[in-house]
């Protein structure tokens, strides 16, 4: 991979239970870099997510991020450090406004003045949350409701956005506005690690993907190489 690491996962398992999800997963995440997380059901993509961001602890394994051994850190220690997770099922509050939702977002930064920028930047990206802002969260559609995970996880400026599944449940059109976004953010220099069912559209907008096969990497690569692989077409691009 031709980016400087920001991320690096080495060997990480994990439990529930007597069900072993991860056998041992090791990924690399440069700076400035998308890559996928792709792979059938029940892969382990949702529980390498949620082991790097804290949310799970990992029984082995070891976890490296901006330079710090994050192995044993838990998700609100390393949101000010740099890393934002938007969960599969979006993790909204419905009962919230949207713009609740958003301030919730930024809620440990002191930085007022420019969190009030990145509120504008996030209407900005997403124009349809601006037009809804006072509206409660729960009533928007699906699209919206993604689209306001995702600009919730960015007002807490991440250096690194831990996405899963986006592309769920959403028509095609949505799905294309959410990735069109995600190649902008990515621009503007944030990291994003993606978890996608869509592998098309995951490879073609990652630098770099890995394949997960029932808890480990089968294979990975250039997001175009894997696209072009004859194993990745048959098994994951229905050909
Ligand atoms: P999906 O796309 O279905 O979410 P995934 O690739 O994200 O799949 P995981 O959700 O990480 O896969 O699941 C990996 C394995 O761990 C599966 O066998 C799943 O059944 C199991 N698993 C996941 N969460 C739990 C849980 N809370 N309790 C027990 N087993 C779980």
Known sequence: QAFAPLLTVEGIKVHY???QALKGVSLTVGKGEVV????????????????VSGMLKASAGKIRF??????????HQLVPRGMAHAPEGRGIFPNMSVLENLELGAYLRRDTAEVKTDMEKS??????????????????????????????ALLSRPQLLLLDEP???????VTETIFRTLREVNQTG????LVEQNAHLALNCAHYGYVLETGEVAMAGPGKALLESAEVRRAYLGE
């Open 66 to 75: 901006g330079g710090q051994d994050t192995t044993s850190l838990k998700a």
């Open 17 to 19: 239970g007597a069900i």
């Open 190 to 193: 944030v990291s994003v690690l």
């Open 123 to 152: 209407f900005t990206l997403f124009p349809v949350l601006k037009e809804r802002r006072t509206q409660m969260a729960g009533t928007l559609s699906g699209g919206e409701q993604q689209m306001l995970a995702i600009a919730r």
């Open 167 to 173: 592309s769920l449940g959403l028509a095609p059109q």
């Open 36 to 51: 996928a997380l792709i792979g059938a059901n029940g892969a382990g993509k949702t529980s390498t997510l949620r082991a």
